[in-house]
């Protein structure tokens, strides 16, 4: 009896299709996982005077813990950029005397995952920084601060759009990626029991 040989891709990632390239794969199968981490953080976009110590002390736990489980050192871009956003975070939380959580990462992350991560962050980060200056705060964290990304996010989405969305490497990558937005989640999550906040 013929045998139909089946593929085990993980319980999150490997829903790709044959011919999708690792970019497009990153998009779809992250999605879910984005989404959830922006809405954690909605109270924040909707209000980000209110909110703004508790986000500052969430974005310096989620970040600590995605640049201690990178498994090797990432790109020089990448960090270059993790390094000056957790200073800046570092500076910020200084400022507000703010206590921040620790999250301890339960896997291991490929740095290409991180990559994505850190760069794909400032996208965002510019839309909040506006929100900040329309809302007439007294002192705009310096995390909100431009950084000259866009360069380093063409090359990595045109890397990541000429790799194949199958094999290990990819499985790796997209299910790091996914782990890594949950980072966020749970740094948010423990963030809201510290200070109530994001309520």
């Not at 996982?33 to 005077?49: C, G, M």
């Not at 956003?85 to 620790?102: F, I, N, T, W």
């Not at 839309?127 to 900040?132: D, E, F, G, N, P």
């Amino acid at each position: 009896m013929k045998q139909t040989m089946k593929h085990d891709h993980g319980p999150v990632c490997g829903q790709f299709l044959p011919k999708q390239d690792l970019l497009q794969r990153l998009r779809d199968e992250s999605r879910s996982a984005h989404e959830a981490l922006d809405q954690s953080f909605l109270p924040f976009q909707n209000d980000p005077a209110r909110h703004l110590e508790s986000f500052l002390a969430a974005q310096m736990a989620g970040l600590t813990a995605l640049s201690t489980a990178v498994r090797t050192s990432p790109d020089r871009e990448t960090l270059a950029l993790i390094s000056e956003m957790l200073d800046r975070l570092e500076q910020d939380c200084r400022h507000y005397a703010l206590s921040v959580p620790v999250v301890r990462h339960k896997r291991d992350l490929h740095p290409v995952a991180m990559s994505y991560l850190v760069i794909g962050s400032r996208l965002g980060t510019e839309v909040l920084r506006r929100r900040l200056l329309a809302s007439e705060l007294d002192r705009v964290p310096l995390y909100f601060a431009p950084q000259d990304y866009k360069a380093a996010w063409r090359e990595l989405c045109l890397r990541l759009g000429a790799m194949p969305g199958i094999g290990v490497e990819a499985d790796d990558i997209c299910t790091s990626v996914i782990a890594g937005f949950e980072l966020f989640r749970e740094a948010e999550t423990l963030t809201r029991d510290l200070t109530g906040k994001f309520l």
